[in-house]
């Protein structure tokens, strides 16, 4: 299941919410308030799609622009990008982290950039009017084809197309939608000639979670779609396939904003911020919020922007 997927399915919970409010209910983290109607470039309202990374990040970067003087505050767990654009548009909030690849797809579908540098000279035209991106990050959290270290060595797997050759044996896990995406099992084999039979497939619905890891430790799967930024890839000495063709769109991180609130302060901000965000740090991050540790994504964000030297202004 792709991130676009993973926040997408968000979409029948949302509708579920906007039921109750409308019965009463004010569950909706945009529904207190309505729109931001402020003018004002340095009041800024961070949203975050419904997903602990996005929640991590989302009050990364408002804790570093409250640093640097902007009345910032959160409105997290918003739900899919179907939800959070509109919001970004309409200025419910004014800014969310996203994603340059699914990004790009959303706002156009008809986009077949995939490298990074092809979605980042995409991404201004898709964007039109009345929404910006600052700099994306070097840090990015895309699918990624996983194996164990052990098949790893024992069929000397580099890239993905180094599992060409055992097609006919391979055993893939991942979600029903991968069946079906370009950027799946469709890709998998137009791109590099691996061939997955439907008997061959093993579906598992949690998107790359606990359940996937266990096939793919277990031996029920050879290999898996699991994200980049899973700190179970590190704790069970998982290899991610090198992915040269890019079937799999480039995924970093980027803030989303509200044309209105663009500023050099800001735009120097979010840069300095975003210049931190590797993929090692989301997957440091990840961990310590899901891992033993079970710390809070406010506090985990709050620690690592000290340690960054986040929490004085920007020079």
Request: aromatic letters at 6%; glycine letters at 8%; one cysteine or more.
């Amino acid at each position: 299941m792709s991130r676009l997927t993973r926040v997408s399915v968000a979409a029948l919970a949302a509708l579920s919410l906007a039921a109750l409010t409308a019965c009463g209910g004010n569950s909706d983290p945009l529904s207190s308030g309505g729109g931001s109607t402020s003018t004002d470039t340095n009041s800024i309202v961070v949203g975050s799609a419904n997903f602990t990374e996005s929640e991590i990040v989302a009050n990364i970067y408002a804790e570093a622009l409250k640093a640097n003087g902007f009345d910032a505050s959160t409105k997290l767990s918003i739900g899919s990008r179907e939800a959070y654009v509109p919001a970004v548009r309409d200025g419910s909030i004014d800014m969310i982290p996203d994603y340059t690849g699914n990004l790009l797809q959303y706002l156009d579908p008809s986009a077949t950039a995939s490298s990074a540098s092809d979605v980042d000279a995409a991404l201004p035209a898709a964007l039109g009017s009345d929404l910006a991106i600052s700099t994306p990050a070097p840090g990015e959290d895309k699918d990624a084809v996983v194996v164990t270290r052990a098949t790893a060595e024992r069929w000397n797997l580099k890239s993905i197309a180094d599992l060409a050759q055992y097609s006919a044996q391979l055993k893939f896990g991942g979600t029903p939608e991968f069946t079906e995406r370009v950027a799946g099992l469709p890709g998998l084999k137009d791109k590099y000639g691996v061939d997955v039979s439907t008997a061959n497939y093993v579906t598992i619905a949690d998107g790359g979670g606990p359940a996937t890891v266990q096939a793919l430790v277990g031996g029920q799967v050879d290999a898996a779609d699991i994200f980049t930024t899973a700190p179970s890839i590190a704790q069970n000495d998982l290899v991610v396939l090198e992915d040269p063709e890019n079937v799999f769109a480039a995924q970093n991180v980027v803030p989303l904003y509200n044309a209105s609130k663009k500023s050099d302060k800001l735009t120097q901000v979010l840069d300095a911020v975003s210049s931190k965000i590797t993929t090692e740090e989301l997957i440091a991050l990840n961990t310590e919020v899901s891992g033993d540790a079970k710390t809070e994504p406010l506090a985990a964000a709050q620690a690592w922007v000290k340690e960054q030297g986040l929490d004085q202004p920007v020079s």
